[in-house]
């Protein structure tokens, strides 16, 4: 016969990691513990505004209209759940990349951060609202460079 002890087999350390790794996640999900950076009141007012003025105001400035800003989307797409968006620049020292849709009630679709040395590119898929304009928004050496197209839906998305 064999005798098993309570303790053969089980890696203490093993466990211990996965019970912190459990509880840090449960701290993260209820709010308790999160990125300085996500709780910021500028992130907030960005991703709160309803107008795309409003949104404008709190970046700081109106962004200047600029070749060196690509933006790629479908003019006619049937339907706006599903709106294939890609967004690229030229410029040197992009910093974040955003996507403005005017007619979504929060205009700002989304925020990206961009380190240094990495290629400034997005592709996403957004839900529109209705036919119109979609922006992109560039901040590069601190200045906004944009650039605008406009797509039809031909079924809502966005509700």
Request: charged share 20%; glycine share 8%.
């Amino acid at each position: 016969m064999c005798s098993i002890t309570a303790d053969a087999g089980v890696d203490r350390q093993r466990r211990g990691f996965v019970a912190a790794g459990g509880a840090l996640l449960a701290l993260l999900s209820v709010g308790l513990i999160g990125s300085a950076r996500a709780q910021t009141p500028y992130l907030t007012d960005l991703f709160s505004a309803t107008t795309i003025d409003d949104a404008l105001a709190v970046l700081g400035s109106i962004p200047v209209s600029d070749a060196a800003v690509d933006l790629a989307l479908p003019g006619v797409v049937e339907d706006g759940a599903v709106v294939p968006v890609r967004v690229s620049s030229t410029l040197d020292d992009v910093e974040e990349i955003y996507v403005l849709v005017p007619s979504n009630p929060y205009p700002v679709a989304v925020r990206f951060e961009i380190p240094d040395g990495t290629e400034p590119f997005i592709s996403i898929r957004l839900k529109l609202a209705e036919t119109g304009t979609v922006y992109a928004v560039v901040r590069a050496k601190g200045r906004l460079y944009s650039r605008v197209a406009e797509t039809r839906v031909t079924v809502g998305g966005c509700v």
